[in-house]
Every structure is written in C-alpha cells, then in structure tokens.
C-alpha cells in the first residue's frame, strides 16, 4: 500500500505507485484523499488500485482515515508513506498514530519525514522495519541538525542516526548512502545530476517498497533500490539528455536496469 499524493501533488502518488509496479510489486494500492481520488483515477495506468479516504479542507488526508487504513494494511506486505501528503497538521497526526501503531515494514519518505520531527520517540519506540530516505535538507530537519554538518559529514551523519533511531537510513544525493548503522554499509555510485528532477524521489520510495515485497530484508531493499534508480536514470539519460531526464523517464527505464542486473 502507499499512502501519497495531496491536491497539490497528486503526481508524487502516481510515479511511486508506477515505480513500485515496474520494480515488480505484484499488487500496488494506492490510498489517496477523496478529494483527488477522481483525478488519480483518471490519470493511472490501470494496473493500479485505488482507495479513497478521508481528507483535510484542502485535499490531504486526515487522521480519520487511520480505520481504514488500518483495516486495508491488514491484508498488505509493505507500507510507502509520504510522496506529496503535504503538510497540513491532521496529515501529520495521521502519519505518526500509523507509526505508533503498526509494525508492517515501511517505507518513509517526504513529507512524512516532517512529520516525525520533534517526535523521534516515534522511532526509538517502532517494532517493526522502518526505511528512512531523506535528502540533505531533510536529513538537517528531521534530527535537528545544521544543513551544512550533514553536507561536510554525511557518512557519519547517517550512520550515527541509522543506529541511534534502529532504522535503514537512505541519505539520498550525489553518491547516496545506505546503511544500517553498524556494520552495513554502501554507496551507491550509479546515476547522474539530472535525477536532481521532480519526483525522482518518488520513483526510489516506489522501488524499495516493491523489493521490500518481494522478500527482500530491509537493508538490500535500499541497496538494491538505490542502484537500479539510478541505473535507470543513467540508461534514460542517453536518450533523453540529463537536462531533458524527468521522473518518468526514469520509471520507463527500470525494466531495462533490472535486464542489465539479472
């Protein structure tokens, strides 16, 4: 299940919905507000499925939603929380009561990141496997620590919080790194600057929520979902320049990264 996409980002929910199919989900829910449900309806490839769910005033979803989630996530392998939720504070509480509550392997990144700052507790108290993928600046927000420490000391930084919060941390960017915060460790040196695109991050959460599925355990999902998206940006690249790359592009190229790694 994802649970993504606000009135504002309504795209987000549909490249990790159509990522994590591409990377070989079997079956993809996508649990979106009410609000844009007939949007999201109108635009996805048909493959994937749809949940509509309660929403805020302004189209992201609400705390109410939490039964039915809860209900649907029963029948679910893995969960992808947070492409384009938005910030509004009932989304917030939404993200943070699920984290509380369930222990199904997650996949948290975006704006559900936001959410868990300053309630990290949240964290140190989760039981089950939790995948954080922030950038840079989120990585500085979600800990409370200055952007330019994380940008001077990134190996570091993801190792100590990985370790400290018991957590897979994807600390994406130029050379992105994977770990677990002990002895599990990778960079990844696949893709190229023009993945720095709209909804690339969407793509990857999509990928390892997919390879999460499929049995792998938590730290070779990131490992492996981090190196064939930005394999498959490398491959759509040649085609379409690393200027002209989008997100797209890159979903559009993961059948051919994951032929090149078979």
């Known amino acids: 299940m994802i649970l993504a996409g606000s009135g504002r980002f309504s795209g987000a929910a549909?490249?990790?919905?159509?990522?994590?199919?591409?990377?070989?989900?079997?079956?993809?829910?996508?649990?979106?507000?009410?609000?844009i449900h007939p949007a999201i309806i109108k635009n996805k490839t048909k493959e994937v499925m749809t949940l509509s769910l309660?929403?805020?005033?302004?189209?992201?979803?609400?705390?109410?939603?939490?039964?039915?989630?809860?209900?649907?996530?029963?029948n679910a392998d893995v969960l992808i929380i947070g492409p384009g939720l938005g910030k509004?504070?009932?989304?917030y509480l939404l993200v943070r009561k699920i984290l509380r509550q369930l222990t199904l392997p997650m996949v948290i990144d975006a704006d559900a990141l936001g959410a868990l700052s300053g309630h990290l507790a949240i964290l140190k108290q989760?039981?089950?496997?939790?995948?954080?993928?922030?950038?840079?600046k989120e990585m500085a927000g979600l800990f409370g620590i200055s952007l330019d420490f994380v940008k001077k000391n990134r190996k570091l930084v993801a190792k100590k919080y990985a370790k400290d919060y018991n957590s897979i941390i994807i600390l994406k960017g130029h050379r992105s790194i994977v770990t677990d915060g002990d002895r599990k460790f990778y960079i990844n040196k696949t893709g190229n600057p023009g993945m720095a695109t709209a909804g690339s991050g969407d793509v990857l959460s999509g990928i390892i929520g997919a390879f999460l599925a499929q049995g792998l355990d938590v730290f070779n999902a990131a490992k492996y979902a981090a190196h064939i998206h930005g394999l498959a940006g490398d491959i759509g690249a040649i085609d379409k320049t690393e200027m002209g790359l989008i997100a797209s592009d890159i979903i559009s190229r993961i059948p051919d990264a994951l032929k090149v790694c078979s």
């Open 14 to 35: 549909l490249l990790c919905a159509q990522a994590a199919l591409r990377a070989g989900a079997g079956l993809v829910t996508l649990g979106v507000s009410a609000g």
């Open 54 to 74: 309660p929403q805020t005033k302004d189209q992201a979803l609400s705390l109410a939603a939490f039964s039915k989630i809860k209900l649907f996530l029963k």
């Open 88 to 91: 509004h504070k009932s989304t």
């Open 126 to 136: 989760h039981q089950g496997q939790v995948i954080l993928t922030p950038h840079t």
